[in-house]
């Protein structure tokens, strides 16, 4: 289906971080756009006062009749959503055309020049990022983002004169080989999903594939000494980063006071004095990564700092709720264990002689089989872990797959204790907690507004 014949679109799965955004597109160009979703949220209120049909009853009945037509309705669902559900069968047996989130997306790289960021971690905040600096620039962008930007209060950037759009290409199912890149940055490949890709050599080789899908006269920015094999179109350029080394990277970096400013290497043109809006660490390094993409396409240099000093980060991605002398909360959505580990990092760089506690709610009965000893290994950088029962998601428990694996692997000195999550409100209620970080992410994060109003009141 061509997108001048669409005239509407239904998503089954409407409510996810990723699909809204694509939902968003559709609305803004006049489309009728309606769906389903489980359970109503804040996302899922949103887009209804913006204009989408949304029901949460698992029922043919509810689709609406605009969304009926094979020829002109396109159907979107989230691999999430399982194959035997009922409207998606009444789809399928109706000869609608059925696409995943990823294929809408990869349609877009075919007719816009795709600024794609992939990586087990740091995607969401470079991507938005890069986002925010083309944005606010003379080359502007539309953008499909996987977090909600507090620069837009949305995970959706849209421009009528704009040829460019950023995406984050996930990895999870292989989605990102749908994508047709005409650049793409690559931030890290520690193996994740390993549920979908049943080893480390057969995601590092999905890696590797999508470098194949770059268009020539694009580039690849890649984060020096990856575990992986590149495999780019002749005519791609290919560019190394990170905070300290590469093509593209920061000296003289000084954090102070709350604050870091950096100086940008790059071998098109250096740039001096860089601020990050968002002081964080980790933020160094994402930071690289996004002005070198956004340099590439034309940024300049009063630009890409303008941009880098107005950046306000992303919701759950190392996200302040409290920040004064007494107390400290945020809420990251770190939940693999490099990020993790890179989480944990950057809040003991910011707060070297303070107690850092984390309350970490495990995502993935697979992913804690997997990975538990790193889970352990990260948050024993910590001064004190307190760990939740594991969020399911998709999957069915494990048998022997628990929190407690985690919790008997914390190296000696950690404070640890472990906790349902229905009693982390009580527990906040009885301590008085340094620097607080909710970490993971599943449903915990539901809890932070009543975390903070119960620290506030302290």
């Known amino acids: 289906m061509e997108l001048k014949d669409i005239k509407s679109v239904y998503f089954v799965g409407a409510g996810g971080i990723g699909m809204s955004a694509i939902a968003r597109y559709f609305i803004r160009k006049g489309l009728v756009v309606a ?13 209804e006062r913006e204009g989408m049909l949304i029901h949460y009853e698992e029922n ?16 979107v669902y989230t691999p999430a959503i399982p194959a035997e559900h009922k409207e998606l069968v009444y789809f399928r047996e109706h000869g609608f055309t059925i696409e995943k989130r990823a294929q809408v997306l990869g349609t877009l790289t075919r007719t816009h020049k795709g600024l794609c960021v992939a990586g087990t971690h740091g995607k969401t905040s470079t991507s938005t990022m890069c986002a925010h600096i083309m944005h606010q620039s003379h080359i502007d962008c539309n953008a499909f983002l996987g ?26 199912d292989r989605s990102f080989h749908w994508l047709r890149p005409w650049m793409s940055v690559i ?45 780019c179109q002749p005519g791609v350029k290919i560019y190394e980063y990170s905070r300290d080394e590469g093509d593209f990277h920061a000296e003289n970096i000084r954090i ?52 880098m000093k107005t950046y306000r980060g992303v919701d759950r991605r190392f996200d302040f709720k409290i920040k004064d002398p007494r107390h400290v909360l945020l809420s990251d959505y770190a939940h693999h264990p ?17 107690k850092i506690t984390a309350i970490f709610q495990p995502h993935l009965y697979t992913r804690t089989r997997d990975f538990y000893k790193d ?19 998709r999957e069915q428990p494990i048998p022997g797959v628990t929190s407690k694996l ?22 906040v209620k009885s301590r008085d907690f340094d620097v607080l970080v909710i970490l993971g992410a599943g449903d915990l994060d539901n809890y932070v507004p009543q975390i903070a109003k119960i620290i506030e009141a302290k």
């Open 256 to 307: 102070d006071n709350g604050e870091i400013t950096f100086d940008f290497v790059s071998p098109i043109e250096c740039v001096k004095n860089v601020e990050l809006g968002q002081p964080i660490p980790i933020n160094i390094e994402n930071g690289v990564a996004a002005m070198a993409m956004a340099q590439l396409n034309g940024c300049t240099a009063e630009e890409l700092k303008y941009g």
């Open 147 to 172: 977090g909600i930007s507090k620069n837009y209060g949305t995970n959706y950037i849209l421009s009528d004169q704009s040829d460019y759009v950023v995406i984050e290409a996930d990895e999870f």
């Open 406 to 427: 985690i919790y008997d692997n914390l190296k000696p000195g950690v404070e640890k204790s472990m906790i349902h999550k229905e009693d982390v409100l009580n527990l």
């Open 187 to 231: 931030t890290a490949t520690d193996p994740d999903h390993l549920d979908i890709y049943g080893t480390k050599e057969a995601y590092l080789e999905s890696f590797r594939h999508y470098t194949t899908l770059i268009q020539p006269g694009g580039a690849l920015i890649i984060h020096k000494n990856l575990e992986m094999k590149q495999d």
């Open 338 to 354: 490099k990020e993790i580990y890179q989480s944990a990092r950057s809040i003991r760089e910011l707060y070297k002689n303070r």
């Open 60 to 75: 043919t009945d509810e689709i609406p009749h605009a969304c009926r037509k094979p020829e002109s309705c396109l159907v």
């Open 375 to 393: 889970f352990a290994d990260a948050l024993s950088q910590l001064d004190e872990v307190i760990l939740c029962d594991i969020y399911p998601a």
């Open 35 to 47: 769906g389903y979703d489980k359970t109503p949220s804040e996302l899922t209120k949103q887009l």
